[in-house]
């Protein structure tokens, strides 16, 4: 092999685009389905509660929810923190699955009444 052909293959995995993103979990879709922010300070801010979103360097979905208790200056940007979901943990609750994910997402724009569209019921469309 010469030189040219080796410094070829080396480049080949770099491209530099978006979405070439490699995961410790193995898992392509969990990106493909939410928001990817260059950082969780960046997501809080342009996020609201119940919006689901994930960072480029973490192979994790992430929930925006407000900050009901404790006083960390660090992890609250404008009284709303970010709950984390890592795939492929065992024994958590709520649990790690897309399904768990999107029906704490669910509940969580239902609280705060962030939620638009047919993805939210109200208390009112259950009685109809």
């Known amino acids: 092999m010469d030189l040219v052909n080796l ?14 993103y490699r995961s410790r979990t193995k898992s392509k879709s969990l990106k493909g ?3 990817v922010y260059r950082t969780i300070l960046q997501a809080l801010r342009k996020t609201k509660p119940g ?3 994930s ?3 973490s ?7 407000k900050q009901k208790w404790g006083k960390s200056k660090e992890q609250a940007v404008g009284g709303k923190t970010a ?3 890592t795939p492929g ?4 609750t709520p649990g790690a699955s897309k399904e768990d ?24 469309d259950k009685k109809k």
């Open 101 to 124: 994910v999107d029906g704490v997402s669910k509940r969580l724009r239902k609280k705060y009444g962030t939620g638009q569209g047919s993805d939210v019921e109200t208390d009112k």
């Open 83 to 85: 709950k984390g979901f």
């Open 33 to 35: 389905s939410v928001r």
């Open 7 to 20: 410094i070829q293959n080396l480049n080949e995995g770099k491209t530099g685009e978006r979405g070439t």
């Open 51 to 53: 919006d689901k979103w």
């Open 55 to 57: 960072t480029e360097g």
């Open 59 to 65: 192979g994790r979905r992430y929930v925006t929810t």
């Open 89 to 92: 943990s065992q024994h958590t």
